[in-house]
């Protein structure tokens, strides 16, 4: 097993110094000068003056030269300045960051423990009432758009009954997380619904699935009650194709709040990446793509892993 | 020949399938008897009722069958119970399952779950019904294992069923079945996934099982040849219905159902000319929704009279052991006793 994890991620390096590479050179091919944005408009009347700075930040070197300066730095841990802002984007990071995964995880947390009851509710039962329940839930919640449920349950819940807060996310004298959750409660929720239709499909069909197969007739045929049946043989097969939706949706639970954080001003990373396209901050971008593409990759990783967990036959290959 | 003592019996048998839409009898008032001690085959084509006779005497049915009536009746240590009767997924029914009545499925493959060691799976039948502690357990299993020709127990009740060779899977199974000792043990084709020389060890496993420990044995194939070498009572089935019931010699020397006999003709037998075509029953099985009135085989059948197609037709005792439910055979007797 451990032979096993060591060399799924050995794999993953090689793949992400692939992204890096990726990621520098398609921001290379776009139309924007950085110097541009950076030089304060007396300094940019002279092109010699922008022709020294140019050559002062390396941008006169060749590409390799200039990708290999960037990949040592963000190895350092320094990933260089907005320019737009001048800040410091670790600074950045680290101040958008946390904020986008307390709402992300709590968005996962809610949308598996729903999704996954749901799903499996429904499969033990199939076409019953609340099979039926379900399935329109998750319709509804895959055919909606998330921004418009946003909308719609910000009209709901904070402007008509005023039981939440419109949007932000800290208050005045907001501290602990206990403070901060009834700004986090609508748009957790907002971004749980459409993982929790998908997952709930998912668990349902894979349940369905698993329960339909020879080994769950040799499971009842040992007499055992139909709950071992549901837990034991049926969910614990069926967990396998649910994890993999879980972990791909890990990353797009942050990709995806982008909508989600604006529709609630929520200051998080989705904010800041929209915030640099629209001003072609194009450090920032480059950074925060490698970020998600790290994430995707840490998913899959995760994937593998936890189905040589669940799946012998991947485990002892 | 000492009197022969029933463990199981199934009294008209009647289960039908519905597709949402309507519901098709599968199953027409089966009734037969297992013996104790002896080895009953269940033949026939596919589809013809086989492997629905022995799920319903576990109520293992999917969910679109349902039993409509008749009586299945067991012998639980002399006390005779009802299981039809039981509820499908209540106590009753789940202490027959894997304690009184064990059950061996066609394909090994699939039966074994793909993400539990197999000492647990057959653990899990143990541990259900009796309350032993697990070292106890994994005794009694590994003892098992030995008794049934699996090799090195200790190291692979640890192992997957991926890590197996189907016959040695089918060796698990009939451990996962045998490991609390019923006295009745159904086998629903075991040896149809498994290449020929494999599927003779196991057919002598299940024959040992028999004879020296004194099981009963349901066995469902469409292996006329297997038949003949380990059965000792035969039911013939076609299209839900029991067509020939008897002892194994009754059927081979005296098949009286022409479905019986066409059944027998087309078994390839070794050293045939290579000229010689093999016989074969003309026609296909009909659906079972179309409703026939008569003899279900009468459209593929060479002997068939105008009666077949208009008559109920009766089972017909030939001897004490032996049924037939043709008017062929009504008809012979009748011009005998004449």
Redesign the interface.
């Known amino acids: 097993m451990l032979k096993y994890i060591i060399r799924k991620s050995l794999v993953t390096i090689p793949m992400l110094f692939v992204i890096s590479i990726i990621v520098f050179f398609a921001i290379q091919l776009s139309p924007i000068d950085p110097i541009s944005y950076s030089a304060s408009p007396d300094v940019a009347v002279d092109s010699e003056n922008l022709e020294a700075l140019r050559e002062h930040l390396g941008l006169n070197d060749p590409l390799y030269i200039q990708y290999y300066h960037w990949i040592i730095a963000v190895f350092k841990g320094d990933f260089g300045y907005s320019i737009i802002t001048g800040q410091p984007i670790a600074k950045i990071l680290a101040l958008k960051l946390p904020a986008t995964i307390e709402l992300s995880l709590l968005a996962l947390v809610i949308s598996t423990i729903i999704g996954v009851a749901m799903g499996l509710v429904s499969a033990i039962k199939p076409n019953s009432m609340s099979d039926y329940f379900s399935r329109n839930v998750a319709v509804l919640g895959i055919s909606i758009p998330e921004f418009f449920f946003g909308i719609i349950i910000i009209q709901i819940f904070a402007i008509q009954l005023g039981w939440l807060p419109i949007s932000g996310r800290i208050g005045v004298n907001d501290v602990t997380f206990w403070d901060r959750l009834p700004n986090l409660i609508l748009p957790s929720f907002t971004l749980a619904i459409g993982m929790l239709a998908v997952l709930l499909r998912y668990t349902r069909n894979s349940m369905l699935d698993v329960l339909s ?3 769950i ?10 709950w071992k049946v549901f837990i034991f ?1 049926a969910f ?2 069926s967990l396998g194709s649910i994890l993999v939706i879980l972990a791909f949706r890990l990353p797009m639970l942050i990709g995806g709040s982008v909508i989600i954080e604006m529709v609630f001003m929520w200051p998080g990373i989705g904010n800041a990446i929209i915030s640099a396209v629209s001003s072609s901050d194009y450090p920032v971008i480059m950074i925060t793509t490698m970020m998600l593409a790290s994430a995707i990759l840490v998913a899959s990783f995760l994937v593998d892993v936890l189905s040589a967990f ?4 991947i485990r ?1 290959e | 020949m000492r009197k022969l003592n029933s463990i199981l019996k199934v009294e008209n048998l009647t289960v039908s399938f519905s597709d949402g839409k309507e519901s098709t009898k599968i199953l027409k008032d089966v009734s037969f008897s297992v013996f104790s001690g002896k080895m009953l085959a269940i033949v026939g084509e596919s589809g013809c009722g086989k492997s629905v006779t022995v799920h319903s005497i576990m109520q293992l049915l999917p969910k679109n069958g349902k039993i409509d009536s008749g009586k299945v009746l067991f012998n639980d240590g002399g006390n005779e119970v009802d299981l039809v009767s039981m509820k499908k997924y209540g106590k009753q029914m789940r202490a027959m399952r894997g304690q009184k009545i064990g059950m061996v499925f066609q394909d090994p493959m699939a039966s074994l779950n793909p993400t539990h060691q197999v000492g647990k799976q057959v653990m899990e039948n143990l541990m259900q019904h009796y309350k032993i502690p697990k070292k106890e357990a994994r005794d009694k299993v590994i003892e098992l294992f030995k008794l049934l020709g699996i090799p090195d127990p200790e190291q692979r009740i640890k192992d997957y069923p991926h890590q197996f060779s189907g016959g040695m899977r089918q060796r698990v199974m009939i451990a996962i079945s045998m490991i609390c000792n019923p006295n009745l043990l159904i086998a629903d084709e075991p040896t149809t996934a498994l290449d020929v020389t494999i599927q003779a060890q196991i057919m002598d496993l299940m024959k040992e099982l028999q004879e020296k420990h004194d099981k009963s044995i349901i066995l469902i194939t469409h292996n006329m040849g297997l038949v003949a070498e380990v059965a000792d009572f035969v039911a013939v089935m076609y299209m839900g219905r029991i067509v020939e019931y008897g002892t194994v010699r009754d059927i081979l020397n005296n098949p009286s159902h022409p479905y019986t006999q066409s059944l027998l003709k087309s078994v390839p037998v070794m050293g045939l000319d290579k000229n010689q075509k093999l016989a074969t029953i003309r026609g296909t099985t009909p659906n079972p929704k179309d409703y026939v009135k008569g003899c279900e085989f009468a459209g593929r059948c060479d002997f068939a009279m105008e009666s077949c197609l208009t008559r109920d037709i009766p089972d017909i005792n030939l001897t004490n052991s032996h049924q037939v439910r043709c008017l062929l055979v009504e008809e012979s007797k009748e011009v005998i006793a004449k």
Request: avoid cysteine; charge should be positive; aromatic fraction near 4%.
């Open positions: 197969k020879d080994y007739k040799t499971a009842r045929s040992k007499g055992i009650p139909e043989h614990r097969n669940l799946d012998p036959r002892l």
